[in-house]
C-alpha cells in the first residue's frame, strides 16, 4: 500500500524532474527547492480552475439536458445560478494568468524553429489579451466595474480566444505535417532496404496517368487512404499531440457560438466544453501529455 508521505515525496520528485527539464538554470543553480514551490502553487491554481472549468461545462450540459426532458423552471433556475458561481469564480482564478501568458509569449520567441515562433508567439499573445478581457469581466460582473459593458467586453474575449485557438490548430497542423513527412521518408527507407521499392501508383502512377480512362479517380482514392493511415499512424505514435488537437478542436465551438459564428447549441458547447476540461486535466496529473514546446 502507498502511503501520502510517499506519495507526496514522488510528486516532489516529479515536480522537481520537469524543472530540472524546464528550468536547467534554476536546478543548477540550486533554487529549485523555490522554483518547486512556485510551479507547485502555479499547478494547483491551474488545476482548480480547470476543475470549476469541468463543472461549469457538465452544469451547461444538465441545464441544457433538463431543459429538453421538460424539468422544472425553478430547477432549470438553479442550474443557470450555479453555472454563472462557477463561471465567475474561475474568472477570479484567471487574474494572474495574462502575466503568464506573456511570460511564457517571451520564451516563445527564441525557438528556432520559425514556424512554431510565430504560431505559439501569437497565442499566448492572443491568450494574454483573452484572460485581460476576462479580468475586466470579473470586475464587472462582482460590482468592483459596474459600468462595464459586458456584452462587449465578452465579445472582444471570444475573438481574442478564437485567434489563439486558430494559432495552436495551425501549430498543431504544422507538427502533423512534419511527423507525416519524417514517417513517410522512414517508411521508403525501409523499403528500399527490404528491396521492395516505393509502392506504384503513388509516386509513379503505376495505377495509370491522368489520361487513363479511370486510371486518376483510383489513383486518388488510394493516395488518400494512405495520407489518412499515415495520419493516424502518426497521431496514434504522439499522444501529446493527438490530445492537443482533440482539445483545441473542442474549444473552437465555444467561441465559435458565443460570436454567433457558428450556432452549436448550449448542449454542445457544454459537451465540448466539459471534453476539453478532462483533458487538460489529464496533461496536469501526467505532465508528459502535454505538448512541447
Known amino acids: 500500500m502507498v502511503t501520502p508521505t510517499r506519495t507526496l515525496a ?6 522537481e524532474l520537469i524543472i530540472a527539464n524546464f528550468f536547467p538554470k534554476a536546478s543548477a543553480s540550486g533554487d529549485s527547492p523555490y522554483v518547486l514551490e512556485e510551479v507547485t502553487c502555479l499547478t494547483l491554481r491551474v488545476l482548480q480552475g480547470t476543475k470549476i472549468w469541468a463543472a461549469q461545462y457538465a452544469c451547461s450540459l444538465l441545464g441544457h439536458a433538463l431543459q429538453r426532458h421538460g424539468a422544472s423552471p425553478e430547477l432549470q ?13 474561475r474568472k477570479l482564478l484567471r487574474l494572474g494568468n495574462s502575466a503568464d501568458a506573456l511570460e511564457s509569449a517571451k520564451r516563445a520567441v527564441h525557438l528556432s524553429d520559425v514556424v512554431l515562433r510565430f504560431c505559439i508567439t501569437v497565442s499566448h499573445l492572443n491568450r494574454a489579451l483573452y484572460f485581460a478581457c476576462d479580468n475586466v469581466l470579473w470586475a464587472g460582473k462582482s460590482g468592483l466595474a459596474p459600468r462595464v459593458d459586458q456584452e462587449k467586453w ?3 474575449s471570444f475573438r481574442y480566444y478564437l485567434f489563439s485557438l ?6 498543431d497542423a504544422y507538427e502533423i505535417r512534419l511527423l507525416m513527412e519524417q514517417e513517410s521518408s522512414a517508411c521508403s527507407r525501409r523499403l528500399k532496404g527490404s528491396g521492395g521499392g516505393v509502392p506504384g501508383g503513388i509516386e509513379t502512377g503505376g495505377l495509370g496517368g491522368p489520361g487513363t480512362p479511370g486510371g486518376g479517380l483510383p489513383q486518388l ?3 488518400l487512404r494512405l495520407q489518412v493511415l499515415l495520419l493516424a499512424r502518426v497521431l496514434r505514435g504522439h499522444p501529446p499531440l493527438l490530445l492537443d488537437v482533440v482539445r483545441n478542436a473542442c474549444d473552437l465551438f465555444i467561441p465559435l457560438d458565443k ?10 458547447v ?13 496533461t496536469l496529473i501526467y505532465p508528459w501529455l502535454r505538448l512541447k514546446p
Open 270 to 282: 457544454g459537451l465540448c466544453g466539459l471534453v476539453s476540461s478532462i483533458l487538460s486535466i489529464l
Open 77 to 89: 433556475k438553479q442550474i443557470r445560478q450555479l453555472e454563472g458561481h462557477l463561471s465567475l469564480g
Open 221 to 223: 482514392a488510394l493516395k
Open 166 to 171: 486558430i494559432m495552436n490548430l495551425s501549430r
Open 259 to 268: 460570436l454567433g459564428l457558428w450556432r452549436c447549441g448550449p448542449g454542445i
Open 154 to 156: 465578452a465579445q472582444r
Open 10 to 15: 514522488a510528486a516532489e520528485k516529479d515536480l
